[in-house]
């Protein structure tokens, strides 16, 4: 999820600016169709933001199927999804902080 | 091998430290605001005049009252004072191109994925290039001489060699405009070298 979460991130942040990201980088429409087929990840999500998103899986799977006409075309006039994709490389990254904390902690009291 | 995004590139231009392609620490509401300022941007060259802050107002109506507010308000007045400049130009409404880009590699290994985000018509058979800043970071003479020369690239590769007279780097949240003539943008390419060097 790590790894995701670092692609998500990088490919939001330069969405602002670059309108071909997607056809760049179009392993982010295959990222969030595998993030929405973990059965780990809404419990994850819910468990460190569980004020963002009530579905995560749905959020996800509609934000691929949202992205699929910028493989082809600039993203250049939907600021919507630049800032849905945004939050959810956040939500990922806390959810994969919170894990790596609470590892930490129970190798630290073993 | 860093292959900078124009983003990295002109941060690190102006002395910021960046690891490539390590997204900064932005919360996602200011990452939506800023995309809608690029498009309320690209809106001022393809839409009648007056519609892009009627978009920019209409985006950011949802953050009004909230803690993002302030940021909306001021990337709205640095959308305003892009139209004010543009305006003051004086020059024939033909806009060449948005978004015009290419990596412009700077030695093996390194480049730049420069995106002049309008290049216009100069009025006299050649063309002005722009780079929009809408960041805070310190912009001197020097750096904008740097980041003019990708620029300056993408735009003489898309238009003609040597059809570009101008690089104009706008820092419109600081009320920087910084023109840069051509001849100077060349000049900076041992300090764009020593940079990657340095990165």
């Known amino acids: 999820m790590d790894h995701h979460a670092r692609i998500l991130s990088t490919a939001a942040a330069e969405a602002v600016g670059e309108p071909d990201v997607i056809a760049r980088r179009p392993e982010v429409i295959e990222m969030l169709r595998e993030l929405a087929s973990d059965p780990e990840l809404p419990s994850a999500v819910a468990r460190v933001v569980p004020e963002v998103f009530a579905n995560i899986r749905g959020e996800l799977e509609q934000l691929a199927d949202e992205l699929e006409p910028y493989r082809t075309e600039p993203l250049d006039d939907s600021p919507e999804l630049v800032e849905r994709l945004a939050l959810i490389a956040w939500a990922l990254q806390r959810a994969n902080d919170t894990q790596a904390t609470s590892e930490f902690s129970a190798l630290a009291h073993a | ?199």
């Not at chain 2, 231009?13 to 690209?42: D, F, K, Q």
């Not at chain 2, 393809?46 to 803690?67: E, M, N, T, W």
């Not at chain 2, 507010?69 to 004010?84: D, Q």
């Not at chain 2, 093996?108 to 309008?118: D, K, L, M, N, Y």
């Open chain 2, 1 to 199: 091998m860093p292959e900078l995004s124009q983003a990295e590139f002109t941060r690190a231009a102006r002395g910021a430290h960046i690891t490539p392609g390590v997204a900064p620490n932005v919360e996602p509401v200011i990452m939506g605001l800023s995309s809608v300022a690029h498009c309320a941007l690209r809106k001022v060259h393809r839409d009648p005049p007056g519609h892009a802050l009627v978009y920019f107002d209409r985006k950011v109506a949802k953050y009004a009252g909230g803690p993002a507010w302030p940021v909306a308000r001021a990337l709205r007045k640095a959308l305003e004072r892009y139209i004010a400049w543009d305006a003051a130009a004086g020059m024939p409404p033909r806009v060449d191109g948005i978004d015009v880009k290419l990596t412009v590699p700077f030695g093996p290994g390194h480049g730049v994925r420069a995106i002049s985000h309008a290049v216009v018509d100069d009025g006299a058979g050649g063309s002005e290039a722009r780079i929009v800043l809408w960041d805070e970071l310190r912009l001197r003479q020097s750096s904008a001489e740097m980041i003019a020369l990708p620029i300056l690239e993408a735009a003489d590769a898309r238009y003609g060699s040597g059809s570009t007279t101008l690089v104009n780097v706008w820092q419109v949240t600081q009320n920087q405009p910084f023109p840069v003539a051509p001849t100077h943008a060349r000049g900076r390419l041992t300090d764009i070298r020593a940079l990657f060097a340095r990165i």
